[in-house]
């Protein structure tokens, strides 16, 4: 049974960090390219990132400087450092496991910029 979670949302301020963590199990971690997207209220869900399974990363233009994606193959366990965060980047944050044959998501952690 194939299971991707989320941890590490929470309520920050403007101008602060969060790091969110991926665990995915079921799977043959190290194969799949894992990415996190983000949907706020009202809005269609969106790529924030993503690490390839031979550790090439891409980013939304909107977070290239501030969010870093990382993974821990030993630990199947991605990661997402998301500093400097904006009001506007309030959002449901899931993370994705992709191969050419399957697409896994989690259920979600949220994240609230607030002052």
């Known amino acids: 049974q194939v299971q991707v979670v989320e941890s590490g949302g929470g309520l920050v301020q403007p101008g602060g960090s969060l790091r969110l963590s991926c665990a995915a199990s079921g799977i043959r971690f190290s194969m799949y390219t894992m990415g996190w997207y983000r949907q706020g209220p009202g809005k269609q869900r969106e790529s924030v990132a993503a690490v390839t399974n031979g550790g090439t990363t891409n980013y939304a233009d909107s977070v290239k400087g501030r969010f870093t994606i990382s993974r821990d193959n030993a630990k199947n366990t991605v990661y997402l450092q998301m500093n400097n965060l904006e009001p506007e980047e309030t959002a449901g944050y899931y993370c994705?496991?992709?191969?050419?044959?399957?697409?896994?998501w989690g259920q979600g952690t949220q994240g609230t910029v607030s002052s």
């Open positions: 994705n496991a992709h191969n050419p044959f399957h697409d896994y």
